[in-house]
């Protein structure tokens, strides 16, 4: 294993107090050279600046001195010299992640929430997290372990672990003090750096988690959280089959969520036309205390997996219930004469 050793980047220098957790003085306060704002024209247009003493902000409708931003309190309106007016802002975290220099797929800040809230990641915890990737989770999560907490973040790839390192120091304005980013890979650094049963959650964003299953059953502490995001359902199954077969975790929860945005225009009032329809989905589990075997949940219908089932897509493998050649004789009979249910 090796740290990452890419220097450090602040673009910022922030008025620190010093008492204030890391990153949070470079969110408030007046508009800083240096500093991103979102530039929103009266058409709903957006554009981001990064201010510069003297620089300007062209379009072809005249231009807008960035020196008429600096200074300004956050949300105020500008106007350029043509006399259009921009609402100008400070990005948020959302807005960051999604325009941030990226060199694998992000974490989108809907799943970063799910994922901050159900695998519990509290102030001061213990977590360890792989793929770092561009680093959008990263963020989410050191927000949630605050600078008291420990974040271990693994990633195999150097490009990746240094592009994620520019961002995590671009948000929080320089190194987070709970941060450590370590490169190779996961399954096999994780045990090496971590005492076992000392890491409260583990989040592993990657192509293969099934591969890590007895690194994280080592490092986990009893009763701890280990989440998931996979971007396939075949992940999501095999992911979740390895963990039951282990026994080492509590039966895994799967879900996926979709957020669709509103319309909101006088009495036209419905849901965009457009909408990010898949992200990745998520699973869940807990590790069980060493030794306990895991609680099998009672199922209405029985239904078994054999290695022939997995391969063989037939219906009792996907979970349909057979049904009888005389049922099916019978609906074909009420099909022919067109009966139907009562309602
Ligand atoms: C989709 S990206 C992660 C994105 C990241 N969560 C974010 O929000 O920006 C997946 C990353 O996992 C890394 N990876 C895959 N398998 C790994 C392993 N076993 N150990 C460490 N890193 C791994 C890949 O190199 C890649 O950078």
Known sequence: MTESS???????????????PTGAAIRR??????????????????????????????????????????????GSVVTNTAGHQYQALRPLLSDFVLSMPRGAAVVYPKDAGQIVTMADIF??????????????????????????????????????????????????????????????????????????????????DMLAPWECLDAVATVLAPGGVWINYVATATQLSRTAEAIRADGRFTEPDAWESMVRGWHLEGLAVRPEHRMVGHTGFLLVTRRLAEGVAPLIRKKRAKTEFSEEDLNAWTPESVGERPVSDRKLRRAARDARAGRQDEA
Do not use: C
């Not at 890419?6 to 204030?20: I, Q, R, V």
């Not at 003493?53 to 020196?67: E, P, S």
């Open 6 to 20: 890419t220097p450090a980047s602040s673009a910022l220098a922030p008025e620190t107090t010093g008492a204030e």
């Open 29 to 74: 306060g007046p508009f800083r050279v240096g500093e991103r704002v979102q530039l929103t024209d009266e058409r709903g247009r957006m554009n981001t600046i990064t201010l510069e003493a003297g620089g300007a902000f062209h379009t072809h409708k005249g231009f807008l001195n960035h020196d008429a931003v600096i200074g300004l309190p956050d």
């Open 123 to 204: 102030p001061g915890a213990r977590v360890v997290e792989a793929g770092v990737g561009s680093g959008a989770l990263s963020i989410s999560l050191l927000r949630g372990v605050g600078d008291g907490g420990y974040l271990h973040s693994f990633e195999r790839r150097k490009e990746f672990a240094d592009i994620a390192r520019g961002n995590v120091e671009t948000i929080f304005g320089g190194p987070h003090p709970a941060w450590r980013i370590s490169l190779g890979d996961f399954q096999e650094e994780v045990v090496k750096a971590e005492e076992p049963g000392s890491v409260d959650r583990v989040v592993l």
